[in-house]
Structures are given as structure tokens and as C-alpha cells.
């Protein structure tokens, strides 16, 4: 059976289609089947350059995952696993995934095998452009890999949870790739992707967003798309909790927890005026993108012709996935 670009939404969707149309064009259209071999070269090559991430996206993705595996462990044991051994854990697959993009693996390497991601597999943005990535930086992400798991551990959260129903608790899995909180609205797929939902001893239901970038945005974080804006993008879980799960608003509780900052923890207000706000934002979300489509036809999901999409020009593109089919000129494959 063909497998279908099917329209869809989710806050760092619409986030790449505000921060430049060229580069949601390249991310969502341009590359649709380019894991084919008989595919276009466009699109086999847009496809590659989708993939790739930067340093504090990697840190990002490493660390979600780590927390998610120090979950698992204790919804298992029922005890938090040592945190020296998580470390060691960390820095033994930050090692193994930078050899991995270093070597340039990823280019014949499968990021996924039947439902299971490979977890080591990592592509950077600096190696595949051939730009060194100093031994400053490389240090610099890894202490910070290590700092935010100590945020985890210093957070309160751990013990809080240790006091929960285990049975109860929905922990994000990282490892199968798979977005298993999805819903349908107004013709798009609107993607969610909650980190981590318990249920207290008071009865509520806690949906705790770990959170892994720092308070300023640099320039070089051009490539790294954890959405800025919490309170958005917890209003969005609060309303798939309520709508879809159909849990009542009064008991929805939001934890953004800063694990580069000591695991310090910010409550967002979750209410039926919060829940119909981010319904709104879906909604005028769904009716942006699908201004994008063809006919604004979303379920044949059609994008308008390229040029419709225009590019942008500042100091964003030096750290853009998509450069080289853009702007290389050198690049057979850019686009006219
Ligand atoms: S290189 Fe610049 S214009 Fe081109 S897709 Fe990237 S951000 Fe957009």
C-alpha cells in the first residue's frame, strides 16, 4: 500500500513555516520519499539534509531520551537508578553517536529497522557540510548533556513521582520513533508529543515537559526546533488531554521542568479558557499551512509550486540544514 504524505500540524511545523516557507517546503514536501532509492535525487538529497541536527538540537534529543530512560528504569524497579551510572550512560552514547556522524555512517546506515529507531545513529549538520566542530563546542555540549541530567536528578520530580501509581505513568518512547499521540482535526494530523503524564496522589493529571534549551537564543541555535513559547506549547498537551483523553480541566496540571537549570520548574495555567486558546492556535494553525496547498485541498496535501515558498535571507542560512540545495550554487541540485 502506498504510504501517503498526509497532511499535518504541530507547533514546530508551524514554527519552520513562520521562521522561512522555503525551508518547510524542502522539510515537508521536497523530501517526501527521498528514503527511496529509485526517488529523485531532489528529493533523496532533501531527505538526507532534513535529518540533520545541530549541536544543541542533538543535546536535546540525547537528553529526552536519557530522561525517558531513567523513567522506563523506574517504572520497572520501582527505585531511581543511580545517577553516576545514567552519566556514564549519557557519555558513553554522546561517544558512540559523534563517531557515528563523524565516520559519516548515517549515509549507509538505517535510521530505523522494523519499529525500533537505532538509537546511536546521528547525523550533524557540521559534518555533513564538512565544517570542523571544535573541541570547544564538542566539550561545551557534552558538560551540558551532564548538567541537564543533574537538573533531572535535582529536580523535585523524581521522588515526587516515586510516591505515584507506576502503572499510570505514560512516558514518551523515544526508542520506536512513533508519534503515538495524534489526533485528528479540521483535515490535519495534529501531532503531540508529551514527554512524560503521571497521575498524582491528589488525583490530577500531570503532563511534565522537559525542557533543554537555555534562556538565550543564540545564533548558532538557528537549526534546533524545541518550540520557545512553554506556556504554547503546554496550553497544546493540556488541550489534547481534555479533548482527547477527556480529562477534566480542573484536574490538568502543566510542569515545564528546566533541566539546565537545576530542574527548576514552572506550573502553567491549565483551564477551559487556556484549553480553548490552544484550540485556537490549532485551528488558525491548520488554516495557515493549509494556505500552502494546493486548493487549500488537505487531503490530497498537494504543496503549491516551490516558488511559492520564498526564501529568506539572513544569518539563519549559514546554519540551515537545507544550504546547500538552496543557496550553494556550486549545488547541482539547488533549486533554480
Ligand atoms: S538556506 Fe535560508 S532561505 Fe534557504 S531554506 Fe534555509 S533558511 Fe530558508
Known amino acids: 500500500m502506498a504510504f501517503a504524505n498526509r497532511f499535518g500540524w504541530s507547533l514546530s511545523r508551524e514554527a519552520t513555516f513562520d521562521q522561512c516557507r522555503r525551508r518547510y517546503f524542502f522539510h515537508y514536501y521536497l523530501s517526501w520519499g527521498g528514503w527511496q532509492a529509485g526517488a529523485p535525487a531532489g528529493a533523496r538529497e532533501a531527505f538526507k539534509l532534513k535529518r540533520l541536527v545541530s549541536l544543541p538540537l542533538w543535546r536535546g534529543q540525547l537528553v529526552h531520551y536519557v530522561a525517558s530512560m531513567v523513567l522506563r528504569s523506574m517504572k520497572a524497579k520501582g527505585k531511581i537508578p543511580d545517577r553516576d551510572r545514567v552519566v556514564a550512560y549519557t557519555l558513553e552514547r554522546f561517544k558512540t553517536q559523534f563517531e557515528f556522524s563523524r565516520e559519516k555512517r548515517y549515509l549507509s546506515t538505517p535510521k530505523k529497522s522494523f519499529e525500533s529507531l537505532n538509537i546511536d545513529w546521528l547525523a550533524l549538520i557540521d559534518h555533513e557540510y564538512g565544517r570542523p566542530v571544535t573541541d570547544a563546542a564538542l ?11 543533574d537538573g533531572l536528578y535535582e529536580s523535585p520530580i523524581l521522588g515526587v513521582i516515586a510516591e505515584t501509581d507506576r502503572a499510570k505513568w505514560d512516558i514518551e518512547d523515544l526508542a520506536s520513533g512513533a508519534f503515538s499521540q495524534q489526533f485528528e482535526y479540521g483535515g490535519a494530523t495534529v501531532f503531540v508529543k508529551t514527554d512524560f503524564m503521571f497521575r498524582a496522589g491528589d488525583g490530577t493529571l500531570r503532563i511534565v515537559d522537559w525542557k533543554t534549551n537555555r534562556g538565550a537564543v543564540r545564533e548558532t541555535d538557528a537549526a534546533e526546533d ?27 496540571r502543566l510542569l515545564e521542568v528546566n533541566l539546565l537549570d537545576g530542574g527548576r520548574s514552572i506550573e502553567h495555567a491549565a483551564g477551559e479558557e487556556s484549553v480553548a486558546r490552544a484550540g485556537e492556535t490549532i485551528a488558525s494553525g491548520i488554516a495557515k499551512l493549509s494556505g500552502a496547498l494546493f486548493g487549500r485541498d488537505t487531503a490530497r496535501n498537494e504543496a503549491l509550486p516551490y516558488e511559492r515558498f520564498p526564501m529568506i535571507d539572513n544569518g539563519l542560512c549559514r546554519f540551515c540544514n537545507f544550504f546547500r540545495i538552496c543557496k550553494d550554487e556550486s549545488c547541482s541540485l539547488r533549486l533554480p
Not at 139 to 149: D, F, L, M
Not at 231 to 249: H, K, M, N, T
Open 226 to 252: 524545541e518550540p520557545r513559547d512553554a506556556a504554547v506549547q503546554l496550553g497544546i498537551y493540556g488541550y489534547y488531554a481534555a479533548r482527547i483523553l477527556g480529562e477534566p480541566v480542573a484536574s490538568i
Open 139 to 149: 566539550e561545551r555540549t557534552r558538560g551540558e548533556c551532564v548538567q541537564a541530567i
